[in-house]
């Protein structure tokens, strides 16, 4: 059962322009929320992450949104680098374990 | 380099041979997790450590799987009998043992059963 949800695969933005990842979950226990960033061949890397009482945490270029009551979460990127480039997978967890999206590849067009 | 090493990076194997993998976590954090990756999904859960203990086994960990961590520090995964469905990237992270605090994942281990 996929708890994690990215429904969109992929993102294609022009440098300098905002972009914006999605996620939705369905179990209501999640309480905290991370994004990772994957470049080929290498392993996730932490981003971000926001706890369940926040709707908003922000790191440089990075922001992310939560939405408890439609259990939604986003990324912000703004400006977007071409050092961006690279797939984006949303996690959430109530204990110990992660749960993934499927991840998006973003794209980042000079 | 103090993050979370594995070894091998990469391994091809014949289908019925046995592979193990090792993880050598932050050396601070006495939380260590292993997950899988296959093309096009997220990585998924197979099992965790706190210390030396194994709390949790994913249904996806068949009995030809079996992972240690003896004196809490390093790990190993160990597949047995190989199937091609085993191809996949295997992950290993830690973390501090506090709650809501960030995974730190290795480069992890490319699988290739043929």
């Known amino acids: 059962d996929q708890q994690v949800k990215q429904n969109s695969p992929s993102l294609s933005v022009q440098e300098g322009r905002i972009s914006i990842l999605n996620c939705d979950y369905t179990n209501s226990m999640f309480d905290y929320f991370l994004w990772y960033k994957k470049y080929p061949a290498e392993g996730p890397t932490f981003l971000i992450s926001?706890?369940?009482?926040?709707d908003k945490n922000e790191d440089g270029r990075f922001t992310v949104f939560l939405n408890k009551s439609a259990k939604h979460l986003s990324l912000h990127i703004v400006p977007s680098q071409p050092g961006d480039s690279a797939v984006y997978f949303c996690?959430?967890?109530?204990?110990?374990?992660?749960?993934f999206g499927a991840g998006t590849t973003v794209t980042v067009r000079a | 380099d103090t993050g979370v090493s594995q070894n091998p990076r990469h391994k091809i194997t014949k289908r019925g041979q046995n592979v193990t993998f090792r993880c050598d976590p932050i050396s601070e954090h006495n939380r260590l997790y292993w997950y899988r990756q296959t093309l096009g999904q997220g990585p998924e859960f197979l099992t965790y450590?706190?210390?030396?203990?194994?709390?949790?086994k994913s249904r996806l960990l068949s009995d030809r799987f079996s992972a240690e961590r003896p004196k809490g520090s390093f790990s190993t995964l160990e597949i047995q009998r190989t199937e091609q469905g085993d191809s996949a990237m295997y992950l290993c992270?830690?973390?501090?043992?506090?709650?809501?605090?960030?995974?730190?994942f290795g480069q992890g281990t490319r699988l290739t059963v043929v």
């Open positions: 926001i706890s369940s009482i926040k």
């Open positions: 992270a830690s973390s501090p043992g506090t709650q809501n605090t960030e995974a730190f």
């Open positions: 450590f706190q210390n030396e203990a194994q709390l949790e």
């Open positions: 996690a959430a967890t109530s204990d110990y374990k992660l749960s």
